[in-house]
Nanobody, 128 residues
Framework: QVQLVESGGGLVQTGGSLRLSCTAS????????MGWFRQAPGKEREFVAAISWNIGSTYYSDSVKGRFTVSRDNAKNTVYLQMNSLKPEDTAVYYCAARQMSSGYSNTYNFQYRYKTWGQGTQVTVSS
């Protein structure tokens, strides 16, 4: 079982950048697909980005495509979310999550229920 710890959140002005990190414990990190999700106050948690276990595939929500980049370093058991051109509407608690790869991953990468392990979240606040 993998455990996840996010870091890197904070307060940034509109147009600024942040890089979130999610470090996993456990020897099988490289076999998991990883996702980033976020939850803004008063809203449901939503998908942000995902990356397959072998870094072969990345996926993004339309709202962050072109501004955010997901990557991973399996040697460091860490997945990253580079966030550029931040907007006030990006303000949320950001969560990383892990799931087993499956044959249907390319169609289910944004399905929250498929992610069985979640971090505690890190706050990102973008001021206008």
């Amino acid at each position: 079982q993998v455990q996840l710890v996010e870091s890197g959140g904070g307060l940034v002005q509109t147009g600024g950048s942040l890089r979130l990190s999610c470090t996993a414990s456990g020897r099988t990190f490289s076999s998991y697909a990883m996702g980033w999700f976020r939850q803004a106050p008063g809203k449901e948690r939503e998908f942000v980005a995902a990356i397959s276990w072998n870094i072969g595939s990345t996926y993004y929500s339309d709202s962050v495509k072109g501004r955010f980049t997901v990557s991973r370093d399996n040697a460091k058991n860490t997945v990253y979310l580079q966030m550029n051109s931040l907007k006030p509407e990006d303000t949320a608690v950001y969560y990383c999550a892990a799931r087993q790869m499956s044959s249907g991953y390319s169609n289910t990468y944004n399905f929250q229920y498929r992610y069985k392990t979640w971090g505690q979240g890190t706050q990102v606040t973008v001021s206008s």
